[in-house]
């Protein structure tokens, strides 16, 4: 079930810096994590398990996870279940996912950095931590947003330059791959930001 912790004073905040999702089995542990980020300034959502955050997260009629609190061990699916179902999709890939575990960095801890998670927690949680990991991943999830947003301006200009047979004759000049690495796994490249001169916002002036 999917709760949302009432806390009118953090709610009325101007400077709320993003939507974060705890996914954790324990209510005490999740409510006091969820305390903390609402007193940050996070809009917070809360849910007992791994099966419920798939739901939320696929939920398109809810506002957009800016980040997930995910707990390690969970019955059902586990948090690293959760981690790699989030990963393979196109649409959650982006989203920072910090893991949460009592264990410290076991060997459970570093397979999910190795899958994708951005960092971990072990609990007892410490607030000032807690505070430079989310604001660490809200950054990430920010850049990613803005870039991917970059790269939808680069293919409308891309298609309104180019003639449609030059596009589909050479996709990979005009196009990231979806995973948003190149065949080395490097960083995602913007190639069409170089046939247009890089300057998106001139360039599009001078389209429109």
Not at 33 to 60: C, F, K, S, Y
Not at 87 to 93: G, I, M, P, V
Not at 174 to 180: T, Y
Request: proline share 6%.
């Amino acid at each position: 079930m999917l709760a949302r912790l009432d806390l009118p004073a953090a709610a009325a905040r101007p400077d709320v810096r993003g939507r974060v999702l705890v996914v954790d089995d324990n209510e005490f542990g999740r409510d006091l994590i969820a305390r903390m980020l609402a007193q940050l300034g996070h809009a917070v959502e809360v849910v007992p398990g791994g099966e419920e955050a798939q739901a939320r997260l696929t939920d398109r009629s809810q506002p957009p996870v800016d980040l997930v609190l995910l707990d390690v061990m969970m019955p059902g699916l586990t948090g690293p279940d959760v981690l790699r179902w989030m990963k393979a999709d196109a649409t959650l890939w982006p989203i920072p996912v910090l893991m949460v575990s009592a264990l410290g960095a076991d060997d459970t801890v570093l397979a999910c950095i190795a899958a994708g998670a951005e960092d971990y927690l072990t609990r007892p949680v410490r607030a000032e931590l807690l505070k430079a990991r989310i604001a660490g991943g809200l950054e990430k999830k920010r850049l990613r947003d803005r870039e991917a947003e970059y790269q939808a301006r680069i293919a409308g200009l891309v298609r309104a330059i180019f003639p449609p047979a030059v596009v589909a004759e050479r996709p990979r000049l005009f196009h990231s791959d979806a995973a948003g690495e190149d065949d080395h796994g490097g960083a995602r490249h913007l190639a069409g930001a170089d046939v247009v001169g890089g300057d998106v916002e001139r360039v599009e002036r001078r389209v429109g």
